[in-house]
C-alpha cells in the first residue's frame, strides 16, 4: 500500500467509448503524475500537475483529457481512443514538484486499460 | 533527448544465484533511482544514488553510481523468488522529469 490508490484497476473500452481514470493519494502531497507503460517503451510522463494546475502536457493527444479538481484526486477522461492506446496507466505524487528536489514518487497499482 | 538503456532486457535465473543488471546512458544524470515493479502493481523506489562513484547497500541488493553519473548497475546477491520483478532505473537530468529506462525482467526460478 503506497497511499496512492487507482480505479478501475482493469478497463476494457471499445473506440467509441468514453471513460474516465481516478486517482487519489492519502500522502498530503501537492503534485500529481499520470505516465503510461506500454510494453515495449520505457514509462513515458503524460501529465504533470502542481497544485492543482497543469504544469507539463508531454506532447500527448488530446484524446486524452486530465482532471485535477484538488491536491489529492487526478483523472484521466478517455475518448476516442485507438488500440494502440492500451496500455498500463500509472498515477503518482510528490510532496512538491522539482525531480529530486519535489521527494520521491510514489506510485499507484496502475490500470490496465485494453482498447478494442 | 536524454535516454537510459537497460541490460539484459530478460533474466531468468535459479535461487541462490547472484546477478547484475546495468543502466547506462550518454548523458550525464544529477541522480539515479532504482525502483522494482511487481506484476499488478506500480513501481516502488528501493535507492537512489546521487554521488558519482556511490555505493549503496539495501540488504543483498548493491547499487553502484558510475564515476562520471552516465551509469549504474545493481548486483543481487543469492536471489530469491521475492527478488522476481521488472527493475527500472530513472534518472533526473536536472529538469523537473524522471526519464525511465526499459527495465529488466527478472526472474528467480526456486
Known amino acids: 500500500e503506497t497511499g496512492v490508490t487507482q480505479t478501475p484497476r482493469h478497463l476494457v473500452m471499445g473506440m467509441t467509448n468514453k471513460k474516465s481514470l481516478k486517482c487519489e493519494q492519502h500522502?498530503?502531497?501537492?503534485?500529481m503524475y499520470w505516465y503510461k507503460q506500454s510494453a515495449k517503451k520505457p514509462l513515458e510522463l503524460m501529465f504533470v500537475?502542481?497544485?492543482?494546475?497543469?504544469?507539463e502536457n508531454n506532447s500527448v493527444p488530446s484524446r486524452f483529457s486530465p482532471e485535477c479538481p484538488n491536491s489529492s484526486h487526478l483523472f484521466l477522461h478517455l475518448h476516442t481512443l485507438q488500440p494502440e492506446d492500451s496500455a498500463l496507466y500509472l498515477c503518482?505524487?510528490?510532496?512538491?514538484?522539482?525531480?529530486?528536489?519535489?521527494?520521491?514518487?510514489?506510485f499507484g497499482p496502475g490500470t490496465r486499460l485494453t482498447v478494442t | 533527448t536524454q535516454l537510459l538503456e537497460q541490460s539484459p532486457q530478460f533474466l531468468s535465473i535459479q535461487e541462490g544465484e547472484n546477478l547484475t543488471v546495468y543502466c547506462n546512458s550518454s548523458?550525464?544524470?544529477?541522480?539515479l533511482q532504482w525502483y522494482r515493479q511487481e506484476p499488478g502493481e506500480g513501481p516502488v523506489l528501493l535507492v537512489t544514488?546521487?554521488?558519482?562513484?556511490e555505493v549503496k547497500k539495501l540488504k543483498r541488493l548493491t547499487f553502484q553510481f558510475g564515476d562520471a553519473r552516465k551509469d549504474s548497475s545493481l548486483h543481487i546477491t543469492a536471489a530469491q523468488p521475492g527478488d522476481t520483478g521488472l527493475y527500472l532505473c530513472?534518472?533526473?537530468?536536472?529538469?523537473?522529469?524522471?526519464?525511465f529506462g526499459k527495465g529488466t525482467k527478472l526472474t528467480v526460478n526456486p
Open positions: 544514488v546521487v554521488t558519482g562513484g
Open positions: 500537475y502542481s497544485l492543482e494546475e497543469r504544469v
Open positions: 500522502l498530503g502531497h501537492n503534485a
Open positions: 530513472a534518472g533526473n537530468g536536472g529538469s523537473e522529469k524522471l526519464v
Open positions: 503518482a505524487s510528490s510532496r512538491t514538484m522539482g525531480g529530486l528536489a519535489g521527494g520521491r514518487q510514489y
Open positions: 548523458s550525464v544524470f544529477s541522480s
